[in-house]
């Protein structure tokens, strides 16, 4: 659950991509294991969240 609540912000905190990609390597648990790698670099929930590029605007 936590993975969850941090996941979010791994692009923003250089302190949440640290705690999920150690929680991805080192974890004993498996499903934290899991949890993390989709939300650290190269998971899915990571590349879904890619920030999309600014709209022009018309004038």
């Given at each position: 659950m936590a993975g969850e609540l941090v996941g979010p912000w791994v692009r923003r905190r250089p302190d949440a991509l640290a705690?999920?990609?150690r929680a991805?390597?080192?974890d004993?648990?498996?499903p934290v294991r899991k949890k993390a790698g989709w939300y650290a670099p190269?998971?899915?929930?990571?590349?879904?969240t890619v920030p999309r590029p600014a709209r022009a605007v018309r004038r």
């Open positions: 705690a999920l990609t991805h390597d080192e004993p648990s498996p190269g998971g899915p929930a990571h590349r879904r």
